[in-house]
């Protein structure tokens, strides 16, 4: 909302020379003018102005004037009374005046601000003219000429030559997507994108909208699905910080709760559904008034109701069902007058059915049963009589939601059931009332600190307190890098330092940034940090170095701020464009008014730290082309470049021996050439004994505390990781909690306890998993991404695989993917894990390599991975499915498969019988066997093969009784 008037005032002033200087005088007169209130800014930059030359315009010339203001999209400001405030800054400054000219069109969803401002005592009421898109106009002819039209098109430029008929899209096909629609135009501009994949054919991707389920692994929804999914999930947020002893996507799948409740808990979903208007209808001889909720699109209703579309957001039918009986039950218990025992019983029933058996109280469950076995038939009765009587009950009755009417009671006829089951959900009475610069014309100068990145400097007071190395830790690595960027005749103007997560490289960035600063030759810096929306992006990259540049020396300084000058586009041009303009130009032009000894004394240190995390990996490839195009390939530069980076795709593939900057960059790799374990058990003890001795515990000041034996076992944990030390360290030093008790947690942990001292690691490598999920299955949209991650990693364990672990290739022919699937499943994942080579024997092979223990404990761990989490039983069926179909796959007869089966049992025996005093040893070889055999049977059971049956079920019994016999023996 902060930049709503000055947008407008820039826009205005633009148009008309005079208006521009009255705004500009209005700014130097008042520099604060962007801090105050959205009326003395509307007031002083907007009204004030148009005010003042009004007497220098004709009426004509005024009215000559661009006078329409359009806004759009008021809903999506952030913050609800900022919203109002605007639309009551609008009405008293704008509307209120008759000398303006405006006319101000403002379009949004009918969200709390602009709803109540609009209803009959809002204070817009009688001064808007007030469209309302989904009630006004049917929009149904115009999404079917535009599905018409735009389907058309899609098939004229395809390669599919079912397309190019004039029968397609069949008028059929048209007709379903406009009853989708809804009326609303997001469905049908969602589908039509779909249907445009250039690299599919629009008819299959239309009958798959058409057609399309959500088990289905296309999703032609997902744009509608993240719409839906981000309204809803504001209103959850919304609602329950207001309630935070309620579950809103419990409450609204019950949908109609009558009463208050229902009004707040819809207030911020006005824009997908709405209250109906009371309508009338007759059963018996009672009244029925029924409020019911209408939702505009039918595609709202298909996303609640799936649990592939709505994910996180989905509530099973089973869960609401048994939520309201629940309710009703107690409701019984508060008070015996019962308003509608119709709906009581025809709720109960269904939960009935199901969870009956589940009550452990006899008498209880005797008395319900009594009562249920009573009127169940009846029910089930009056259940066929009411389906042939649709002049009784509207059309949408269903008496498994029988709540969505309210039964006037002739026991309480001001009280309706769904009323009190809003009271019996919880007590749901709802209170109303809980719900820079002076100048005018910057310089260049002022141009680009607008554009830079304050909190990307080493020393920003936004990084307080950043991450560096102790006194006496990395010593090796950080001598060896600063050694090299002293170096200046070193033929390599760039290193590239990689390393696992949690390595240490933002540590060591910080480090040596200081060290080249208290040394004069650190030029800028820039650290990447992917949380922080002003430095994620390489957007600020290039004008927060140049700013660095132009602080050092008045020169480059001035030759900046005259390149922005001459060019305010500047920022929004491509990164070589800027790099050269604000950076090397200005650095040539210095170089011709001084000698070489005055440019080689320039601070010349270039540090960029985290280059993965930039959110887009063509940025980061971009950022990196850049460096080359012109600063490496300029030889006249005095800079040299220090990058730090996971080593994800766009560093990883520029360092490779293929790669540009495989012979430009020297490249220290942490995780591989430095051991970092001496330099982790160094900071944990001093560390923990400062907290030791800062602590009330005594426990904790005794020498002896932290063990040796601690440790070690934090050390051998760590797998080199210094973010796994950082994470101990901070978790210990809580000062509420004993630091003793603290660190014992962390020794003993386990998935199951509520303390998590590993909540920060575990977010870290959640995200990383996660980009590498949905990167990997958007090429490979056919398979899980995490159920293959999770079989590359148990083929490794040897309680897998009897001790012998299987090359990646193994693996990869185990799983049935094609040579060298395991590199493109782990292209994202280079940061906690690498394929390393091996010397098994005479020949080589590829071992999959985890940097750090800790990633594994979080694979293994459901309460850790949480989504991520895939059972070892399911990677365990998969690999045995997998390997069934592998038998199965070659060989055009039954005899030909039977016969590999009977081959690999005999293998299986002469290892038996060759190791037959090794029955530990051999055990997991023959589980392993059993289990092939026992999914071979349950397969071949399904498909009806006697022949394959009776073979594969005498190798079973024969195995099952071996496996007996050594039972009986160790008995």
Request: net charge negative.
């Amino acid at each position: 909302m902060s930049a709503v008037i000055p947008t407008i005032a820039y826009q205005l002033g633009s148009s008309k020379p005079a208006l521009r200087e009255a705004i500009s005088a209005a700014v130097t007169k008042d520099p604060l003018i962007f801090e105050k209130s959205l009326k003395t800014q509307m007031n002083k930059l907007i009204v004030d102005p148009i005010e003042d030359v009004s007497p220098d315009f004709s009426k004509s010339e005024l009215a000559a004037l661009p006078y329409a203001i359009l806004i759009d999209g008021l809903d999506e400001c952030a913050e609800e009374h900022r919203q109002a405030e605007l639309l009551a800054v609008i009405d008293d400054c704008i509307l209120e005046n008759d000398a303006l000219p405006f006319r101000v069109f403002i379009a949004s969803r009918p969200e709390w601000a602009i709803r109540s401002a609009l209803e009959v005592t809002g204070h817009l009421h009688q001064k808007a003219y007030h469209i309302q898109l989904s009630d006004r106009y049917d929009a149904s002819g115009d999404i079917r000429r535009v599905l018409w039209r735009r389907l058309r098109d899609i098939g004229r430029r395809s390669g599919d030559p079912r397309a190019l008929s004039p029968s397609w899209p069949s008028k059929q096909d048209i007709e379903t997507l406009v009853a989708n629609a809804s009326g609303q135009f997001i469905y049908a501009a969602t589908v039509i994108k779909f249907v445009s994949e250039r690299r599919s054919s629009p008819v299959d991707r239309l009958q798959a909208v058409i057609t399309w389920t959500p088990e289905d692994r296309a999703q032609p929804f997902a744009a509608l699905d993240l719409l839906y999914t981000n309204i809803v999930s504001a209103a959850k947020e919304a609602y329950e910080a207001a309630h935070p002893d309620r579950d809103f996507l419990l409450l609204f799948s019950i949908t109609d709760l009558e009463g208050n409740a229902h009004r707040w808990l819809i207030s911020d979903l006005r824009s997908l559904v709405t209250i109906e208007v009371p309508r009338m209808f007759t059963f018996t001889q009672s009244s029925i008034t029924s409020e019911e909720l209408r939702f505009y699109h039918k595609s709202f209703t298909d996303f609640l109701g799936s649990a592939g579309r709505s994910k996180s957001l989905f509530v099973p039918e089973a869960r609401a069902i048994e939520f309201v009986a629940v309710n009703c039950i107690r409701a019984l218990d508060k008070d015996d007058s019962i308003t509608s025992i119709w709906d009581f019983v025809c709720l109960l029933l269904i939960v009935f059915d199901t969870r009956l058996e589940s009550h452990h109280d006899q008498e209880f469950h005797r008395v319900i049963q009594t009562l249920y076995d009573k009127w169940k038939p009846i029910s089930d009765k009056t259940g066929t009589l009411l389906e042939d009587s649709s002049s009784v009950l509207p059309p949408q009755y269903d008496a498994r939601w029988s709540v969505t009417l309210a039964y006037e009671s002739p026991v309480k006829a001001q009280q309706t059931w769904v009323e009190r089951i809003d009271q019996g959900c919880g007590g749901l009475q709802i209170n109303a009332h809980q719900h820079g610069s002076n100048s005018n014309d910057p310089s260049g100068w002022e141009r680009l600190l607008q554009n830079t990145a304050p909190n990307a400097l080493h020393d920003s007071k936004y990084r307080f307190d950043p991450p560096k190395c102790d006194e006496d830790t990395r010593v090796e690595v950080i001598e060896e890098l600063v050694g090299w960027i002293q170096d200046r005749e070193s033929p390599q103007r760039l290193l590239c330092m990689t390393g696992a997560a949690g390595s240490g490289k933002s540590a060591l960035q910080q480090t040596v940034a200081e060290k080249c600063s208290r040394l004069n030759i650190l030029s800028s810096t820039f650290f990447f940090s992917s949380s922080d929306p002003t430095r994620n992006t390489v957007s600020a990259v290039i004008p927060t170095i140049a700013y660095q540049l132009g602080s050092n020396n008045t020169t480059v300084r001035e030759a900046i701020s005259a390149a922005v000058t001459k060019d305010p586009l500047i920022f929004e041009k491509s990164l070589a464009t800027q790099m050269n303009n604000l950076i090397v130009n200005p650095i040539e032009g210095l170089s011709q008014q001084i000698s070489k000894s005055e440019l080689a004394a320039l601070p010349y240190a270039i540090l960029i730290d985290g280059l993965d995390e930039c959110t887009d990996e063509q940025r980061q490839a971009e950022l990196l082309e850049t460096i080359d195009d012109c600063l490496l390939q300029n030889d006249t530069l005095p800079f040299r470049i220090f990058i730090a980076s996971r080593p994800e795709w766009a560093i990883r593939s520029a360092l490779e021996d293929t790669g540009y900057l495989h012979q430009k960059a020297y490249h220290i790799q942490l995780s591989d050439q430095y051991d970092a374990g001496s330099d982790i058990r160094r900071s944990l003890w001093r560390r923990l004994r400062e907290i030791g001795r800062r602590s009330g515990d005594p426990r904790a000041r005794p020498p002896s505390w932290p063990s040796e034996e601690d440790i070690e076992t934090l050390v051998a944990n760590a797998s080199g990781q210094f973010i796994y030390a950082a994470t101990v360290i901070k978790f210990v030093s809580e000062r509420r909690s004993s630091p003793v008790d603290r660190l014992r947690t962390v020794l003993t942990w386990t998935p199951e306890d509520q303390a998590q001292p590993f909540a920060a690691l575990d977010l870290l490598y959640t995200n990383i998993v996660s980009a590498a999920k949905q990167a990997y299955e958007a090429a490979h949209p056919d398979r899980d991404f995490l159920l293959l991650l999770r079989v590359y990693q148990l083929l490794r364990s040897t309680r897998w695989t009897l001790h012998v672990v299987p090359s990646l290739a193994a693996s990869d022919e185990i799983m049935g993917l094609e040579e060298n699937s395991h590199r493109w499943l782990i292209s994202d994942l280079r940061s906690l894990v690498t394929a390393e080579a091996a010397p098994p024997g005479a020949r080589l092979y590829e071992l999959l390599h985890f940097y750090h223990k800790s990633f594994q404990d979080f694979l293994d761990s459901a309460s850790r991975s949480k989504s991520l989490f895939v059972p070892e039983s399911r990677a365990a069926e998969f690999v045995i499915a997998t390997c069934v179909g592998a038998l199965d796959r070659h060989g055009s007869s039954n005899f030909e498969k039977l016969k590999r089966w009977e081959i690999l049992d005999k293998r299986i025996e002469e290892q038996v019988d060759a190791d037959s005093s090794s029955k530990p040893f051999l055990k997991p070889l023959v589980d392993g066997w059993l289990a092939l055999l026992s999914y071979a049977l349950l397969d071949y059971k399904r498909r009806h093969d006697q022949e394959y049956h009776q073979v594969i079920q005498t190798l079973h019994d024969k195995w099952q009784q071996i496996c007996e016999t050594w039972s009986d023996s160790e008995d």
